[in-house]
């Protein structure tokens, strides 16, 4: 499993790939604040968590599922050798900008540490710590802890210099949690090797920076996720291992003082502008940063008390529109969600009174060294006074300073679209050109969305970075203007221009007439209009007006698909949920489906383009949430013949299956399976639909092309979604049934089941076996209850 850090890091400075040194105030550390600091730690280096030793405190934890879990995950990694990581692998980004296989084997090894440390802990009867010993050296003997996308000019890996990034910081840390919680467990000669490579290469590097004697590295003076990543890893790894209070002192003012850089990034409305995954991994760690001292000062030293602190720390909560989706504005995944144990510490600490975050779920940190030794056992947050259960986030957000617009029905009602509305400018923190951008939201899916981030490469960050139609403004639901795309640069923005916020409606309009360059751009405008009425809508217009005619075109993304309703109705879809659009131009447009192909998400952009250039035009849709066609009397399953593509149907790209209109059983589409792999199976999943007990039948056609092995299985739910069918030793469930048949005919195919107690819905899951090799078509598929 790769660790987060991997998944999300960036370079930080766009068109730098190496570490470097900062600039701005790095002015020697007030002593007078070191000596107050000196006070309030204790004689010896103490970590996070509890010594090995202390055996009651381990005993207590390892009962728990969560414990168990985790010592069978050490124990698999018992058996498993460690990846192999050779210079040739580091080297490969210098060379050709790949950065994912370096990643991927560091983090294998390194997400070893964890697991093994903790398990040992948990067991206290030395199991672990023969593979643990052999671990911690092979990460001594890495050429350098600093990723090689972060040593772009190697001087890291050929031992000119030592500096700190995301990586090392982090390992070190953990590496010095290490030593705290099993001390005179490891032998002599590991600890000794251990601590002197946390020294050299993490700890020292840092204070010589602090006390001048060496400039400091960037991220001490930068504003986005670095600085508090950084100063989390190095500040924890200085307390549990630094033998003196003094040095350890001089590592919490020093931190005390430089993150306050990181918080200088979030404007006064607390947003973001690196996204949620960012928000995640950066405040996270600033979260990290406040407990880890605040518990080595024995609560004397609480930064997270800090006014500055308390609007950035409620953003994972404003952020989210409904069912627990968020924009995926900037670098960020469309899957992201809030980061439970942050939520929980704000929650706590701030006393929102938030329902989802008000207990720990040990399962959530139990396998991390860092959040799971500070928060499993006592903490400040578990102290902190238990507020009563808040009404929910209410029904918007404004953050007035970024210029976005967050839209959410009302409780209770029959709305059930939820919008995300984006201004600001195009040189935020990881930027995309997105002015004008906005999500809709229906149910638990961002039906039209902002695709978010792409995978890193060097082109990512660097001159490059906006070659990538998923960051330039050709991959944002925003206007292209006289044929041109957004320009990157704090002077292009969106000016909001009008706002007007009732229970029965937002308003957001914007001017994006200087987001673009184009010399005869007049005017433009987009006023967005949410309103909760009914099951709900939003309303996008756009008015332009040129000194000479030009071509105007805007568009919607969706990760699922289109239909075409009619000349000005389109039906888009991700998986169950939809939504209907409604065109309505002055001129006349056409319509033009493009899929962006970056290393990525893969979104269909859809352009509304006028046939004629204009010297003023308006532009509107307006989209609302659509239950889509209807299926047949008495079939549960939605677009069971596949006439209406995908929707309703989960088809992952390595999913071997697709839609075709070359065999249909009736109608004109019908889902083509391809197997050609022995070692994976296709995975196809029609969307949950609601069931009330009883017996059921699963109908459809199947037409074999070659081979066999198409197993049809249906997964029951319950209520709160938690699957019910019972898996085998090795994690399967049993299918309904095998299609068989001739090759080259049509041939029906029936299976009854009967519903378990307690299930609420069923998906239909058409999986051919991992060992089979089969082309088939099915269509036609039915789920319906079973008289008589």
């Not at 007035?400 to 040189?427: F, T, W, Y």
């Not at 909001?496 to 005869?520: G, I, M």
């Not at 239909?563 to 939504?579: I, K, T």
């Not at 319509?591 to 509107?620: H, K, N, Y």
Request: aromatic fraction near 8%.
């Amino acid at each position: 499993m790769v660790p987060q850090w991997l998944s999300i890091v960036c370079l930080g400075v766009v068109l730098l790939l190496t570490i470097g040194t900062g600039q701005g105030d790095a002015a020697p550390l007030d002593a007078a604040r070191v000596a107050e600091i000196v006070a309030m730690l204790p004689p010896q280096p103490v970590g996070p968590g509890k010594p090995i030793s202390d055996r009651e405190a381990w005993e207590s934890l390892a009962a728990t599922e969560a414990a168990q879990d985790l010592i069978r995950r050490a124990e698999s990694l018992l058996t498993q050798p460690l990846p192999d990581q050779p210079d040739e692998l580091f080297l490969e980004f210098s060379r050709t900008g790949n950065r994912t296989n370096w990643q991927n084997v560091s983090g294998q090894r390194r997400g070893r540490l964890s697991p093994l440390v903790i398990a040992e802990c948990l067991e206290g009867q030395g199991r672990f710590l023969s593979a643990l010993e052999q671990l911690v050296e092979a990460l001594c003997a890495e050429r350098t802890w600093v990723m090689p996308a972060h040593d772009g000019n190697l001087t890291n890996f050929r031992g000119e210099s030592v500096d700190i990034d995301l990586a090392s910081s982090s390992l070190g840390w953990q590496l010095a949690i290490t030593d705290w919680l099993l001390g005179a467990r490891l032998s002599p000669r590991v600890r000794d090797l251990l601590r002197e490579n946390v020294r050299r290469r993490v700890l020292d590097p840092v204070l010589a920076m602090v006390r001048g004697e060496r400039p400091p590295n960037w991220w001490l003076l930068t504003t986005n996720n670095w600085n508090a990543v950084c100063l989390a890893g190095v500040t924890g790894a200085a307390l549990a291992l630094v033998e003196t209070p003094q040095e350890r002192a001089e590592f919490v003012a020093a931190a005390e003082k430089f993150s306050r850089n990181f918080l200088a990034g979030f404007p006064a409305d607390g947003y973001c502008t690196e996204g949620l995954g960012y928000w995640n991994y950066g405040f996270g760690h600033y979260v990290l940063l406040c407990e880890t001292i605040w518990q080595a000062t024995g609560g004397h030293l609480d930064l997270f008390a800090l006014p500055e602190v308390q609007m950035p720390a409620q953003f994972g909560a404003r952020i989210q529109i409904i069912g627990g989706v968020s924009p995926a504005f900037a670098d960020c995944s469309v899957t992201a969600r809030p980061d439970a144990t942050t939520m929980w510490y704000v929650n706590r600490r701030l006393g929102l009174g938030l329902a989802d975050y008000e207990a720990l779920d040990p399962r959530w940190v139990v396998g991390n060294l860092t959040s799971g030794m500070l928060f499993l056992f006592d903490n400040s947050a578990t102290v902190a006074t238990h507020n009563a259960i808040a009404p929910g986030p209410g029904l918007r957000t404004w953050f007035d300073q970024a210029g976005v617009l967050i839209g959410r029905p009302a409780p209770g009602s029959e709305c059930r679209l939820g919008v995300a509305l984006k201004g600001g400018h195009n040189n935020e923190h990881h930027n995309h050109n997105d002015l004008g951008s906005f999500v809709v939201v229906v149910g638990d899916r961002p039906v039209l969305l902002d695709p978010g981030a792409e995978v890193y490469t060097a082109r990512t960050f660097s001159s490059r970075r906006y070659e990538s139609n998923l960051l330039n403004s050709f991959g944002h639901p925003v206007p292209v203007v006289a044929g041109k795309l957004q320009p990157a640069g704090e002077q292009w923005r969106a000016t909001v221009v009008r706002t007007e916020f009732t229970d029965a409606a937002d308003t957001l309009e914007l001017d994006l007439s200087h987001a673009y360059d184009v010399p005869e751009l007049k005017t433009l405008t987009r006023t967005f209009v949410y309103s909760r009425a009914g099951a709900g809508s939003l309303t996008v217009t756009d008015r332009v007006a040129f000194t000479s005619p030009q071509t105007f075109e805007t568009a919607l993304l969706t990760l699922g698909g289109w239909y075409r309703l009619s000349e000005s109705r389109l039906f888009a879809y991700d998986r169950e949920q939809a939504v209907e659009v409604e065109i309505e131009s002055t001129g006349k447009y056409e319509l033009d489906e493009t899929q962006i192909l970056e290393d990525g998400a893969q979104p269909f952009r859809m352009a509304i383009r006028l046939t004629e250039p204009v010297m003023e035009a308006s532009v509107t849709v307006r989209i609302t949430p659509s239950d889509g066609p209807g299926e047949t009397s008495g079939n549960l399953l939605r677009n069971g013949g596949f006439e209406y593509g995908s929707w309703a149907w989960s088809l992952p790209r390595d999913g071997l299956g697709s839609i075709s209109t070359n065999q249909p059983c009736s109608g004109t589409s019908s889902l083509h399976i391809v197997d050609d792999s022995d070692t994976q199976g296709s995975n196809i999943t029609s969307a949950r639909v609601p069931i009330q007990g009883g017996r059921y039948v699963v109908r459809g056609q199947v037409y074999h092309v070659s081979g066999s092995g198409i197993g049809v299985y249906v997964m029951q739910y319950d209520a709160a979604g938690r699957r019910l069918n019972v898996p085998d030793e090795r994690g399967n469930i049993s299918p309904l049934g095998t299609l068989e048949g001739a090759t080259g005919q049509w041939q029906p195919f029936a299976y009854e089941f009967d519903s378990l107690p307690g299930a609420a819905t069923v998906a239909l899951w058409i999986h051919s076996y991992n060992g089979a090799q089969v082309e088939a078509y099915l269509d036609d598929l039915e789920i319906a209850p079973q008289h008589g």
